[in-house]
């Protein structure tokens, strides 16, 4: 036994003294023994776990190890950096991969030789697979945002199987990312607040193995904008110093530009974007008046992880000018005396600002600013007289913003003088309208037949027509217009009047009788009155007649489409004039009853012409309803011109 350092010493010295001499593969023996030893041993089957996380390497000297062959079909065995087939001499890192997809639970031999031929220095391996990865369920919420890659949480990391998430006929593959798989759900374009059945799959060299998950899910709700200090499309009067946005969620992130437009394009300009709980603030600097801004938001990202919808959130505005007029409350003639003149501007004006360098007026007076509103008097205007307001630039809002251009307007007062001729039987007042302050009058009369009515809408659009051009009617010409005669027919929709007589039966004619025909052929028993002037719109019409004595009265009937003079004084010339202008034929007097195939005793006309000797016409329409305006009032101006 060695009891020390020198005995072992000793001891060597002796063994090596012992083997001089003797021949050189005496001497190798012990070397070549350990090497077939040691290479032995390292060809016993190893146990392995099979690891999803890493590769599943060990140590094994090998020599010639590109020269082995695998026989299992679940699972290779391969040395790290050894191109299959090569010379290299040697290897130490022995690999085991699976070439198939792992099954849980189960173990399987696996073996490698020389050359392929079996038990030349065999390497051999017992592979035993235990839990496969799971996905934790978990880590799929019910609601999940769109803006966020997915991340499974699994149960161990797994670098042999590959995911894939799948949302209806659309799927995207996951990477493993610190241990988790990371499924790339931006890029799916799903949309916010809807349902969805979500799956994740299971693969192995691109081939499915399993379904791993199945769920429904809701995406968040997007972010929207609920309410903003300025409204989208507002034109604002005001001088901002900021705008805020109120938002349906808690943010977490946002950016915003402002930009005003330039020609067709809009140019960023500086602004501070800040946001608190749900209210995004952007902050800037005075802006131009007049000018068109937007204000663009993206990068919304809320608490929860969800967005706006769209990707963009756009508020346009414009910044107003000064005040402009926005409208004014009279027409360019025909303004009653007394009216109040009121301008409206876009905005309020400045409540105390000096007006009298700014507002010039003729014959109407300021009476107050109230608000946007200027008001006028025109109390003791005279009628037909000019009236006009203008407002020059430099007029100021209540925000001290002043106007930049000028404004103007002419008008003139009402012309026209309102008359009563007399009243209906049921007591209805018949009026006239006077132009003009001629000598001679032309009277125009409408609606002798309550049934009648387009002579009645024609008269009436002549009194808007003469009122407007009041100032053409001829210095020795006066027009009075009486658009309706027989008020209480106009009222009831009846040919005759409320004591049932044709009022054109009823003056003092020579064949005036009591009993008449009507168009169509029907006898009225007291149709044309119980005594001519028996009706009180007859009477009156009578009456005024003979006190203006007008050179030519024209009465409007429906529905012949022609003229007929009554052949007293100028009627024929005018009856001409007329058809050649208006394009209605004339039908003289004397074929009356062809034309008409009944009797027209005591009429309006044939009183003219037998008692006061007045030139009338009467003009029979064409419709019942359409005046042909166009048509007829250049023949109506030519009758007084």
């Given at each position: 036994?060695?009891?020390?350092?020198?005995?072992?010493?000793?001891k060597?010295?002796?063994?090596?003294?012992?083997?001089?001499?003797?021949?050189?593969?005496?001497?190798?023996?012990?070397a070549?023994?350990?090497?077939?030893?040691?290479?032995?041993?390292?060809?016993?089957?190893?146990?392995?776990?099979?690891?999803?996380?890493?590769?599943?390497?060990?140590?094994?000297?090998?020599?010639?190890?590109?020269?082995?062959?695998?026989?299992?079909?679940?699972?290779s065995?391969?040395?790290?950096?050894?191109?299959?087939?090569?010379?290299?001499?040697?290897?130490?890192?022995?690999?085991?991969?699976?070439?198939?997809?792992?099954e849980?639970?189960?173990?399987?031999?696996?073996r490698?030789s020389?050359?392929?031929?079996?038990f030349?220095?065999?390497?051999?391996?017992?592979?035993?697979?235990?839990?496969l990865?799971?996905?934790?369920?978990?880590s799929v919420?019910?609601?999940?945002?769109?803006?966020?890659?997915?991340?499974?949480?699994?149960?161990?990391?797994?670098?042999?199987?590959?995911?894939?998430?799948?949302?209806?006929?659309?799927?995207?593959?996951?990477?493993?990312?610190?241990?988790?798989?990371?499924?790339?759900?931006?890029?799916?374009?799903?949309?916010?607040?809807?349902?969805?059945?979500?799956?994740?799959?299971?693969?192995?060299s691109?081939?499915?193995?399993a379904?791993?998950?199945?769920?429904?899910?809701?995406t968040?709700?997007?972010?929207?904008?609920?309410?903003?200090?300025?409204?989208?499309?507002e034109?604002?009067?005001?001088?901002?110093e900021?705008?805020?946005?109120?938002?349906?969620?808690?943010?977490?992130?946002?950016?915003?530009?402002?930009?005003?437009?330039?020609?067709?394009?809009?140019?960023?300009?500086?602004?501070?974007?800040?946001?608190?709980?749900?209210?995004?603030?952007?902050?800037?600097?005075?802006?131009?008046?007049?000018?068109?801004?937007r204000?663009?938001?993206r990068?919304?990202?809320?608490?929860?992880?969800?967005?706006?919808?769209?990707?963009?959130?756009i508020?346009?505005?414009?910044?107003?000018g000064?005040?402009?007029?926005?409208?004014?409350?009279?027409?360019?003639?025909?303004?009653?005396?007394?009216?109040?003149v009121?301008?409206?501007?876009?905005?309020?004006?400045?409540?105390?600002?000096?007006?009298?360098?700014?507002?010039?007026?003729?014959?109407?007076?300021?009476?107050?600013?109230?608000?946007?509103?200027?008001?006028?008097?025109?109390?003791?205007?005279?009628?037909?007289?000019?009236?006009?307001?203008?407002?020059?630039?430099?007029?100021?809002?209540?925000?001290?913003?002043?106007?930049?251009?000028?404004?103007?307007?002419?008008?003139?007062?009402?012309?026209?003088?309102?008359?009563?001729?007399?009243?209906?039987?049921?007591?209805?007042?018949?009026?006239?309208?006077?132009?003009?302050?001629?000598?001679?009058?032309?009277?125009?009369?409408?609606?002798?037949?309550?049934?009648?009515?387009?002579?009645?809408?024609?008269?009436?659009?002549?009194?808007?027509?003469?009122?407007?051009?009041?100032?053409?009617?001829?210095?020795?010409?006066?027009?009075?217009?009486?658009?309706?005669?027989?008020?209480?027919?106009?009222?009831?929709?009846q040919?005759?009047?409320?004591?049932?007589?044709?009022?054109?039966?009823?003056?003092?004619?020579?064949?005036?009788?009591?009993?008449?025909?009507?168009?169509?052929?029907?006898?009225?028993?007291?149709?044309?009155?119980?005594?001519?002037?028996?009706?009180?719109?007859?009477?009156?019409?009578?009456?005024?007649?003979?006190?203006?004595?007008?050179?030519?009265?024209?009465?409007?009937?429906?529905?012949?489409?022609?003229?007929?003079?009554?052949?007293?004084?100028?009627?024929?010339?005018?009856?001409?004039?007329?058809?050649?202008?208006?394009?209605?034929?004339?039908?003289?007097?004397?074929?009356?009853?062809?034309?008409?195939?009944?009797?027209?005793?005591?009429?309006?006309?044939?009183?003219?012409?037998?008692?006061?000797?007045?030139?009338?016409?009467?003009?029979?329409?064409?419709?019942?309803?359409?005046?042909?305006?166009?048509?007829?009032?250049?023949?109506?101006?030519?009758?007084?011109?």
């Open positions: 036994m060695l009891k020390n350092k020198q005995d072992i010493i000793t060597v010295r002796e063994f090596r003294e012992g083997y001089r001499g003797k021949p050189w593969y005496i001497k190798a023996l012990p070549l023994l350990f090497v077939i030893v040691a290479y032995g041993a390292s060809s016993l089957d190893r146990q392995v776990s099979f690891s999803f996380a890493r590769e599943n390497c060990m140590h094994r000297p090998t020599l010639l190890p590109g020269k082995y062959s695998t026989t299992s079909e679940r699972f065995m391969a040395y790290e950096g050894v191109e299959p087939d090569s010379w290299q001499l040697f290897a130490s890192k022995l690999c085991i991969r699976p070439l198939m997809a792992p849980q639970n189960a173990s399987q031999s696996v490698a020389l050359f392929g031929v079996p030349l220095f065999q390497k051999g391996a017992v592979v035993s697979v235990d839990d990865p799971q996905v934790s369920r978990t919420g019910i609601e999940i945002p769109v803006s966020k890659p997915l991340r499974l949480r699994m149960s161990s990391v797994d670098t042999t199987f590959q995911y894939t998430l799948n949302v209806g006929k659309d799927s995207v593959e996951c990477n493993l990312e610190s241990g988790s798989q990371e499924c790339d759900i931006p890029s799916m374009k799903l949309a916010q607040g809807k349902q969805y059945n979500l799956s994740i799959d299971r693969s192995f691109g081939k499915k193995v379904t791993v998950l199945s769920k429904d899910v809701t968040l709700d997007p972010v929207v904008a609920m309410a903003s200090s300025i409204k989208p499309g034109t604002v009067y005001t001088k901002p900021e705008l805020s946005i109120d938002f349906n969620k808690e943010l977490k992130k946002i950016s915003a530009k402002l930009e005003k437009q330039t020609g067709e394009s809009f140019q960023a300009i500086e602004s501070k974007v800040s946001f608190t709980d749900k209210r995004a603030l952007v902050s800037f600097d005075e802006l131009d008046r007049s000018s068109n801004y204000l663009v938001i990068d919304v990202e809320a608490t929860d992880d969800s967005t706006l919808e769209a990707q963009d959130y508020l346009p505005f414009t910044m107003s000064g005040p402009r007029v926005q409208s004014i409350n009279i027409g360019k003639s025909g303004v009653a005396i007394g009216t109040i009121q301008i409206r501007f876009d905005q309020n004006i400045h409540p105390s600002q000096d007006l009298s360098p700014l507002v010039k007026t003729a014959n109407m007076s300021l009476l107050a600013r109230q608000g946007n509103t200027l008001k006028f008097s025109t109390s003791g205007v005279p009628s037909c007289a000019d009236i006009s307001v203008s407002v020059a630039k430099g007029l100021q809002s209540e925000h001290g913003i002043p106007s930049t251009v000028d404004w103007g307007y002419s008008s003139r007062t009402l012309c026209q003088t309102v008359i009563s001729i007399g009243s209906t039987v049921k007591g209805r007042a018949i009026t006239g309208y006077k132009f003009g302050n001629g000598p001679q009058t032309a009277l125009f009369v409408g609606l002798t037949h309550g049934n009648e009515k387009s002579s009645y809408s024609l008269l009436s659009a002549w009194i808007d027509e003469l009122e407007s051009k009041a100032r053409t009617i001829p210095a020795d010409k006066s027009v009075v217009v009486i658009p309706a005669l027989s008020r209480d027919g106009l009222a009831s929709g040919r005759r009047n409320a004591n049932n007589v044709d009022l054109n039966r009823n003056f003092p004619t020579a064949d005036w009788k009591a009993d008449v025909t009507m168009p169509g052929g029907e006898m009225i028993a007291g149709g044309g009155g119980s005594a001519p002037l028996s009706e009180p719109e007859s009477r009156a019409i009578a009456s005024y007649t003979q006190s203006v004595r007008p050179y030519l009265a024209l009465t409007y009937h429906a529905i012949g489409g022609l003229i007929t003079p009554n052949e007293a004084g100028g009627s024929v010339g005018f009856a001409q004039t007329y058809s050649r202008v208006s394009g209605y034929r004339v039908s003289p007097k004397s074929q009356a009853s062809t034309t008409f195939e009944y009797d027209t005793t005591g009429a309006y006309e044939d009183w003219l012409y037998e008692k006061p000797g007045i030139a009338a016409l009467l003009v029979e329409l064409s419709s019942y309803s359409n005046p042909h305006t166009s048509r007829h009032f250049p023949a109506m101006w030519s009758m007084i011109r």
